[in-house]
Each structure stands twice: as structure tokens, then as C-alpha cells.
T-cell receptor, first 115, second 110 residues
Framework: GAVVSQHPSRVICKSGTSVKIECRSL??????MFWYRQFPKQSLMLMAT?????????EQGVEKDKFLINHASLTLSTLTVTSAHPEDSSFYIC???????????FGSGTRLTVV | RKEVEQDPGPFNVPEGATVAFNCTYS??????FFWYRQDCRKEPKLLMS???SGNEDGRFTAQLNRASQYISLLIRDSKLSDSATYLC???????????FGAGTTVTVRA
């Protein structure tokens, strides 16, 4: 089946630094990828929709200058958390639509801890 | 009001028991409904789609009630491996975005 590879799975960084998370579709082309954030015991919240070759669409309340998204190819989308702060510590997950009827595949997630 | 609401549980049941729980959604125009399973600190994985006529997959049965805007999941003959958080997922918009419930935690004990 369709596989979405996400790296790194876990990262610890210092406040003020930037962290890049990669999401790759391994055996299919993904023109659209989605980036979610999940805080403990809460639902996945959509942050942005990443579109290949164009600007990402951000959800209300998500700072586009802080969460930089690049979708330069049909198989790779990246999320960069810039100037990270402890409150950015969360579980970040990407997903891609794999076909019709809203089939989605999720990456394995990245647990970010900002110290 | 949240787009998707679930009873967080936890539902603690013995092996072999039946457990059922619901999820309500706010957008009456929603067309696609899913149950995902999420294990601790892992990504969600599709358990089953939910069809208008209701559907069954082994020990799992999903039902959709459009009039009352809720979907349900029933697990029969619970196994220890069924312990997880079950996420109700709804797509109610034209741009293929999903809305997630916060999840219902099920713990099956020996």
C-alpha cells in the first residue's frame, strides 16, 4: 500500500533554533499533503495544506512565517518550525491523499521537544 | 461547537466484552466518515470507513445516523490488542480536509 515516510521521528532542540521535518511519499505522487499538530490528549489539528509547486494554505491561527512549508516536488513536503519555543513542543504528523474517496496515509509523526 | 465530538472515555472492558461508543459531527453536509485507530505516540491508522448503510469488518461494526449526525463503532469479543484510542474522522468540506475528534480511549484488560 501507499507509504508516507516522515523524518525525524523525534527531535529535541533549543529555544530559538529551527527544525525541519520531512515527509515523503514513497510509491506514489502526492500533489497535496497535510500537516497536523497534536497536543497530548487532544485531537489532530490541521495546520496547513501543502500544494506541490504553489504556496501552502494555512489554517486560521497558524503563523505562516513561523511554520514554513515547502512542497517542491510531487514526493516531498517539508515543514520548518522557525525560532522554536517550548510551546511548539508537540507531535507533528503529515498525511497525503492516496486516491479517490478520501483515502489518506499518514506519516509516522515527529515528536518535537523544545527546551 | 467542535466539528467532531467524542466521549473521551476511557472505556475499561474485560477481554471478550462488547464495547460501543459514538461520535457526533456538526456539519450536516459531511459526506465521508472514518474511524481511525491511534496507539500511544503513534500515527493514526485507518480502521474502517463508515458507509450510510452501516458496515462490518470482522469484530468491528460502524453505523452512520445522518438524521442525528452521529456515527458509532462497536467492538465485539474485545481483545487486549484492541486497546487504543479511536478517532472519529469526518470530511465535510470540498477541499478534502479532515476533521478529527479528540478520540475515545479503550482499554481491554485480561
Amino acid at each position: 500500500g501507499a507509504v508516507v515516510s516522515q523524518h525525524p521521528s523525534r527531535v529535541i532542540c533549543k529555544s530559538g533554533t529551527s527544525v525541519k521535518i520531512e515527509c515523503r511519499s514513497l510509491d506514489f505522487q502526492a500533489t497535496t499533503m497535510f500537516w497536523y499538530r497534536q497536543f497530548p490528549k487532544q485531537s489532530l489539528m490541521l495546520m496547513a495544506t501543502s500544494n506541490e509547486g504553489s504556496k501552502a494554505t494555512y489554517e486560521q491561527g497558524v503563523e505562516k512565517d513561523k511554520f514554513l512549508i515547502n512542497h517542491a516536488s510531487l514526493t516531498l513536503s517539508t515543514l520548518t518550525v522557525t525560532s522554536a519555543h517550548p510551546e511548539d513542543s508537540s507531535f507533528y504528523i503529515c498525511s497525503a491523499q492516496t486516491g479517490t474517496n478520501y483515502g489518506y496515509t499518514f506519516g509516522s509523526g515527529t515528536r518535537l521537544t523544545v527546551v | 461547537r467542535k466539528e467532531v465530538e467524542q466521549d473521551p472515555g476511557p472505556f475499561n472492558v474485560p477481554e471478550g466484552a462488547t464495547v460501543a461508543f459514538n461520535c457526533t459531527y456538526s456539519n450536516s453536509a459531511s459526506q465521508s466518515f472514518f474511524w481511525y485507530r491511534q496507539d500511544c505516540r503513534k500515527e493514526p491508522k485507518l480502521l474502517m470507513s463508515v458507509y450510510s448503510s452501516g458496515n462490518e469488518d470482522g469484530r468491528f461494526t460502524a453505523q452512520l445516523n445522518r438524521a442525528s449526525q452521529y456515527i458509532s463503532l462497536l467492538i465485539r469479543d474485545s481483545k487486549l490488542s484492541d486497546s487504543a484510542t479511536y478517532l472519529c474522522v469526518v470530511d465535510g468540506r470540498n477541499d478534502y480536509k479532515l476533521s478529527f475528534g479528540a478520540g475515545t480511549t479503550v482499554t481491554v484488560r485480561a
